[in-house]
């Protein structure tokens, strides 16, 4: 009786137990499993620079060495775009802080974006939406849309899936970061995933200068120019010079902020006139009308042309077009005004704004090209 | 195979069970502002008379509030949560502050402090999780060592004649501009449901008292040090111009 037990029993134990496993699916049994694959997934963390916040990582996207790992090829792949011509990487280079150094991005076709593209400079500290208008919540929901804009990547995601699926590699880089167990399983949202773990890696290294000379004992001090700059930004001097007004829209540590700004550049007659409505189109307030997020300032140097449309092409326009206090509107920030800074005062600002530059960011071979 | 089968089974409802949604004896309170301009209801960038003849329109309007207290006969609650109310957001969820899984009971009314309360002003955005509003870096001046407690910014039409060509900001800060909040209100927060506490805040007594207005015109930016005598007044009016709504 109890060897019967052992015969007929225990083998119906497991088969229940599979189905009640989530995991089982029977298709795995077939050609395109991937079950024979070790799934061992390597949890990282990103170092926290001491003037950091905690990055705010979603719990069903925890960081991987092998999430990262696929996540940095798909990123650097053009497989992701119809004629397998573009990557992500294409509108967001390592060596320009994964900016492309265009007014606004030209797509697979040719024809030109809407936007800028935006630096992925700790990208992964973002809140309140990603974007120049803030339209989607994170990283994840951010990285499908590039893949089926026409004026991007041009493709569609049942297409790229297929693609992945049919790939050498692929799946075997899908079944180390996320355990799936067969092909069919490959979903956009996993790929989704993967990019946006290697984007959360992409971190100020904490070198720049600035980061330096504001760290007691590093050794590194800002110049005269650099430290009136520092002054003038933060209005630190305490009225010794004018305050430039900077830091409210670009604060440390991450030299920018949540919200969104009509900062002057466009001349309208109306808050409905806005070429470009930015966070208008989101919300549909007339009070968002025309605001754009304040990206980041690290890395300034290093990615021109400047503000959402590419407009000005230098560092010195740009200051100009601040002190200048730029065009009247109801929603313009009332911090961006006429400044009456001297010409001194401006090299100053613009010899700060250098000191943002982390060029260990930029060199870091993590964040380079895989291929 | 009965044993077996026996202890699937249990496993399979142990599973099942569903999480409680709430402990038993909480509730959610829900405070909701109501941001009005004398009688007119506040919009953002809608016009106001300021004055004889200028008019205003906000662009920016929000506040923190911390050091919530429930006040209640049998000792008053604490809550631990912070609030960043943006009244001119188009998003109507930050015109509310839901305090959830708080006792349930009776209370009769509520305290906080307008502003980020001294212990958590010493720190820093980077010292708390992007759910907290408190790490906000838009809402802390390094320079100041403090947060940003309330943001007022706009537009004046210093003419009267359509043209708002003036832009203003009035930031508070510091802990010199913190204000306490009581509003007296006989509620009870109902087990596993909530209760909503209707506030409302009027502009106008922030930005005038007694006829007066604030000269925006001759002092269009307030928001360092130098003008804490400002801040310190709109601090003060701001908190009273807050009251449970009619």
């Not at chain 2, 829900?30 to 008019?55: A, D, E, R, V």
Request: charge should be negative; proline fraction near 6%; charged fraction near 20%.
């Amino acid at each position: 009786m109890n060897l019967r037990i052992l015969r007929s029993g225990w083998p119906l134990t497991f088969y229940l137990l599979s189905i009640l496993s989530c995991d089982y699916d029977p298709s795995d049994e077939g050609l395109d499993s991937l079950i024979h694959i070790p799934y061992t997934p390597e949890a990282i963390t990103i170092p926290r620079l001491s003037t950091y916040p905690e990055m705010d990582i979603p719990i069903d996207n925890p960081l991987t060495k092998e999430g990262v790992h696929l996540g940095r090829r798909l990123f650097f792949d053009p497989i992701l775009s119809r004629d397998s011509s573009q990557s992500c990487a294409s509108c967001h280079q390592p060596d320009k802080s994964f900016t492309d150094g265009l007014q606004v991005s030209i797509g697979i076709d040719g024809a030109p974006g809407r936007r800028s593209a935006m630096s992925l400079l700790d990208a992964g500290f973002q809140q309140r939406g990603l974007f120049w208008d803030g339209r989607v919540n994170n990283l994840e929901e951010q990285a499908l849309i590039p893949v089926e804009d026409p004026l991007e990547m041009h493709h569609t995601w049942p297409e790229v899936i297929l693609g992945l699926k049919r790939h050498p590699t692929y799946p075997i880089g899908f079944r180390k970061a996320f355990g799936i167990t067969h092909i069919d399983s490959l979903t956009k949202f996993l790929v989704v995933k993967a990019i946006a773990q290697f984007e959360r890696t992409l971190v100020s290294s904490g070198q720049s200068k600035y980061d330096l000379a504001i760290t007691p004992g590093s050794g590194v001090f800002f110049t005269e120019s650099e430290l009136r700059g520092f002054d003038m930004y933060f209005d630190r001097s305490g009225g010794r010079l004018p305050d430039a007004e900077c830091f409210h829209c670009h604060n440390a540590p991450l030299m920018a902020s949540v919200d969104f700004f009509n900062n002057g550049i466009q001349k309208v007659n109306s808050l409905l006139d806005f070429p470009d409505k930015g966070r208008g189109v989101v919300t549909g307030a007339l009070v968002d009308q025309g605001r754009f997020r304040a990206p980041t300032l690290r890395n300034i140097a290093l990615t021109a042309p400047y503000m959402h449309d590419g407009r000005f092409t230098t560092l010195e326009q740009v200051i100009e077009h601040y002190d200048s206090g730029g065009f009247p509107a109801e929603n313009k920030n009332p911090f961006i005004r006429n400044l009456k800074l001297t010409p001194g005062q401006k090299s100053d600002l613009l010899a700060f704004l250098h000191t943002l530059t982390d060029s260990s960011f930029i060199q870091d071979k993590a964040f380079k090209s895989p291929f | 195979m009965r044993w077996i089968l026996a202890v699937l089974t249990i496993i399979s409802l142990w599973h099942c069970k569903p999480e409680k949604p709430f402990d038993e004896d909480t509730g959610t309170l829900s405070i909701q502002f109501f941001p009005k301009y004398g009688n007119l209801t506040f919009q953002p960038l809608q016009s106001y008379t300021y004055g004889n003849k200028q008019s205003i329109k906000w662009s920016a309007l929000d506040f923190y509030i911390t050091g919530i207290q429930l006040l209640s006969s049998g000792g008053n609650v604490a809550i631990d949560q912070v609030g960043l109310v943006d009244l001119a957001s188009s998003d109507v969820s930050t015109k509310r502050l839901d305090l959830i899984n708080v006792k349930a009971g009776n209370y009769s009314g509520i305290r906080f402090q307008l502003g980020v309360k001294s212990d958590l002003n010493k720190k820093l955005p980077k010292d708390f999780k992007s759910t907290n509003p408190l790490s906000s870096t838009g809402h802390h001046w390094d320079a100041w060592d403090s947060y940003i407690f309330a943001r007022m910014e706009g537009v004046l039409d210093t003419a009267g004649k359509g043209v708002f060509e003036l832009p203003f900001a009035i930031h508070t800060g510091t802990d010199a501009c913190i204000q306490t909040v009581e509003i007296q209100k006989i509620f009870d927060i109902p087990v596993t449901s909530e209760y909503i506490l209707p506030v409302e805040i009027d502009l106008q007594n922030v930005y005038s008292q007694s006829g007066v207005y604030f000269d925006i015109a001759n002092s269009p930016l307030n928001h360092n040090p130098s003008n804490i005598e400002v801040l310190k007044l709109f601090s003060s009016r701001l908190a009273q111009a807050i009251q449970l709504k009619k």
